[in-house]
């Protein structure tokens, strides 16, 4: 699903973010990447959903070359994946509805189809009721978890989270990782950068640890220098 | 990967008309959301929206009101045109009889097709009627009206040269005072009228760049307001055009409302002006009334509005929407 063959990036500037990776997750798992904050989390994530791309190596996502995919096909790429954030980056002009929607209605979806997705999708974070409400009106968990129907609302083969729980009290990080577990079991290829190293472990799912740009051997037993 | 393997098995079955047909329908759809949506966002914000789309309206009905101006006095002018005849002012002390003998021998000269005789009397009694001063008029001893000659030159070839010779010629009669010639003042006024018409084009253009600028800022404003629901869009496959049409469509809107606005603000105005134009052409025993945009002209205007709309958005669009990359 997502290989990495000697993978470099360098920013502008030398900034040597990504050095030498060499990774393979496989359809339908659940990885975690984590480390220190520069070590290069963000920066994997970036290549994969081809926000940024890489200076040197492969990149194979979902059988796709990514030096292949040429800039103004990226759009229709990025449709296979689902994203979510630390911020959550909701629309506050718009309902829950329309915040969910936005996936489908970028690809071109008929309103009942959008209307049944939407549904299903709020229904499984427990956010049926608040359908109309607008993002300020709800609380940081809340927020988040509309965050999460928007990213799988179009069920994409790949979930990304960047520091998904980062602002959140430790109970509902722990109800947001399940609910990343849930859709993991249906088939979602779930990557999550987190530097919540306690929660991680007790995941026990597989970990990839990041230090200065590099993979670290053993990335189970992360070691926190 | 779902998705994927969905769209995977159940295309083969699809026959090719029919896979055109589905992007066609999401084309529409997709139009037609941004159609909606960019009204939607016009309304959401009615005070700024509008005070933009009424500078937009005036900055075109300025040009416009000035076309039609020159249009009605072009109107005026042009039945002029074919009266190109000399106005013989006699002295005071000719009178009407032998005005009228004149006349007869002005006639019999090859050069002059036409005279007619405009007595004082009925001269006076025309101005009376007509000015308004009948009682100012009354009370003067005499007369100060003169006898006066409409004399139509023969010359069909219109040559300066000629008609200004004739003009000598019967400004050198001792019973002239002197002699006017029509259409010297109104080839002024045509040159005149050139003059103001190029005034006119320049004016046009600037206030056409204007709206651009205008409509231009205004998208730029709202592509920065609208930065992070452009990058979430971006990050979810939005395409550039999915992402630049409802801002196109904003456009649009400003053009069509501007045009209305403008075309208000016109027929407004020539409602205004009508009651007394009228008047005025009465004074002057004409049936002129001022033409109108009619519907051709407000066609024009409203089509030049979206236009200028569509195209001051688009320049705002490809200027500052490829620069937002999500982050």
Known sequence: ?225 | MKNVNRKKNTRPDKTFKSELKRRFDMWLLQHAQAFIFSLGQYIKYPISNILTTAVIGISLALPASFYLLLDNVRYVSSSWDGSVQITLFLQTDVDEARAAEFANTLSGNNNISETVLIKRADALAEYQKLSGFAEALNTLDENPLPNVLLVKPSLESGDETETEALIKELEAMPEVDSAQYDSRWLKRLLYLLDIVNRLIVILSTLLAIAVLLIIGNTIRLSIHNRRSEIEITKLFGGTDSFIQRPFLYSGLWYGVFGGIIAWLLITISMQMLHGPVKQLANLYASDFHLIGLGFGNSLILLASGIALGLLGSWIAVKRHLRAIEPV
Request: aromatic share 6%; no cysteine; proline share 4%.
């Open chain 1, 1 to 225: 699903m997502i290989r990495f063959t000697n993978v470099h990036m360098n920013y502008p500037g030398g900034n040597e973010a990504l050095r030498n990776i060499n990774l393979h997750i496989e359809q339908g798992a659940m990885v975690y990447i984590t480390g220190r904050s520069g070590a290069g989390k963000s920066t994997l994530l970036r290549l994969i959903a081809l926000i940024d791309r890489h200076s040197r190596g492969q990149i194979i996502i979902n059988g796709q070359n990514l030096e292949r995919v040429r800039n103004r096909r990226i759009p229709i790429f990025r449709r296979h994946i689902g994203f979510m954030f630390q911020d959550h980056r909701l629309l506050n002009d718009r309902t829950v509805f329309d915040n969910v929607a936005l996936p489908l209605v970028i690809a071109g979806y008929r309103h009942q189809e959008i209307r049944k997705r939407v549904q299903a999708a709020l229904d499984k974070v427990s956010l049926l009721t608040k359908v109309n409400s607008y993002p300020m009106a709800l609380s940081g968990g809340e927020q988040q978890r509309v965050g999460v129907a928007r990213a799988v609302v179009h069920r994409p083969a790949i979930l990304l989270a960047d520091e998904p729980t980062g602002n959140l009290d430790p109970a509902l990080s722990w109800d947001t990782m399940k609910l990343f577990e849930q859709f993991n079991q249906v088939g979602v290829t779930v990557l999550i950068a987190s530097h919540d190293l306690d929660m991680i472990k007790r995941m026990s799912k597989r970990i990839i640890t990041l230090k200065t740009g590099r993979i670290l051997p053993l990335g189970g037993t992360p070691t926190q220098s």
